[in-house]
């Protein structure tokens, strides 16, 4: 299926992009606080959801390739 293909190819380039959108996260970014003051997004602070076991897996890899620490946590479905 041609449309498949095409997904397929674009992986590799979702996964940088996620990367360097998290890397800028990493970088500079600031969540207030009750406080009213900010403090620096930490890797705690972010959440990836994907489609299946082998996306996350994938990601995770990419993240921790770039030196940005990465686990998976398979709860279940953000649906239920």
Do not use: F, H
């Not at 940088?16 to 890797?43: I, K, M, N, Y």
């Not at 990601?59 to 398979?74: C, Q, T």
Request: hydrophobic letters at 40%; glycine letters at 6%.
């Amino acid at each position: 299926d041609k449309r498949q293909a095409k997904s397929y190819d674009a992986r590799p380039a979702i996964e940088a992009d996620l990367v360097e959108r998290v890397r800028t996260l990493l970088d500079g970014a600031e969540l207030p606080t009750d406080s009213g003051a900010t403090t620096p997004v930490q890797p705690s602070d972010i959440a990836v959801l994907v489609r299946s076991n082998d996306d996350a897996t994938k990601l995770r890899d990419a993240l921790r390739r770039a030196g940005i620490p990465a686990m998976l946590s398979r709860g279940g479905s953000v649906l239920d």
